[in-house]
């Protein structure tokens, strides 16, 4: 059973929003990975079709390292990272989005799964 509905959610500032179709009750993903570690996100990840920018393109500014896959994007007013986008090996578009961004969620309900993205 899924209960798959649109959730909200944006930076801090408020210069970027977006809508995300997601089941709250799967599991999200916490990393150790270098960035992730540090940067504290929570992640659920959805193809490109789950996924609508409302606001703030413009205020989004693109970090990339590595191998350079995903666009690490951040507020470039208040420096939260509401989301990631890349392309899957397959060349869809998929979207990490941050779970501590939707607006009205409980985080301390959600289901964690910790990836160790650091061995990788
Ligand atoms: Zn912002």
């Known amino acids: 059973m899924t209960d798959t509905k649109t959730h909200t959610g944006g930076c801090h500032c408020g210069a970027v929003r977006f809508e995300v179709e997601l089941d709250l009750a799967a599991p999200m993903t916490e990393c150790n990975c270098s960035i992730c570690g540090k940067s504290g996100t929570r992640l659920a990840f959805v193809p490109d079709h789950k996924f609508t920018l409302k606001s703030g393109e ?30 899957a090996p397959d060349g869809t578009m998929m979207y990490a989005v941050n779970v501590r961004c939707l607006d009205d969620v409980d985080l301390g309900a959600m289901n964690v799964q910790h990836f160790d993205g650091k061995s990788l």
């Open 58 to 87: 413009e205020a989004l500014r693109d970090y990339q390292f590595n191998k350079m896959h995903i666009h690490h994007l951040f507020c470039t007013t208040c420096g939260v990272r509401s989301f990631a986008r890349g392309a």
